[in-house]
Nanobody, 127 residues
Framework: QLQLVESGGGLVQPGGSLRLSCTASGFTLDYYSIGWFRQAPGKEREGFSCISSRDDSTYYADSLKGRFTISRDNDKNTVYLQMNSLRPESAAVYYC????????????????????WGQGAKDTVSS
């Protein structure tokens, strides 16, 4: 059974940092594209970062470039998302998702392209 578990969410002040983890069980995460999505209250779920299968290409929403970094640790079967310079609008429930398909510029941010999801981790950015 494929399972993804997010961890690392919490309360942080504006300008602070958090590192989210997405740990897989039941499958080898290295062979999968992993996307990070978030859903703020009253808003739709949006994709904002991805690391692709096969070539490990990374993708970010334009507003996050330079502040967020996605990476893999295959020994720990985990994908990390380092989030720096967090802003109040970053507060949301964060989800990781997996799919074996390779992702590209036109596909990585679409939730319909990912078929296994974690339960979500809540981040609150507040002073």
């Amino acid at each position: 059974q494929l399972q993804l578990v997010e961890s690392g969410g919490g309360l942080v002040q504006p300008g602070g940092s958090l590192r989210l983890s997405c740990t897989a069980s039941g499958f080898t995460l290295d062979y999968y594209s992993i996307g990070w999505f978030r859903q703020a209250p009253g808003k739709e779920r949006e994709g904002f970062s991805c690391i692709s299968s096969r070539d490990d290409s990374t993708y970010y929403a334009d507003s996050l470039k330079g502040r967020f970094t996605i990476s893999r640790d295959n020994d720990k079967n985990t994908v990390y998302l380092q989030m720096n310079s967090l802003r109040p609008e970053s507060a949301a429930v964060y989800y990781c998702a997996a799919d074996r398909a390779q992702m590209y510029d036109g596909s990585w941010y679409n939730a319909e392209n990912f078929h296994s999801w974690g339960q979500g981790a809540k981040d609150t950015v507040s002073s």
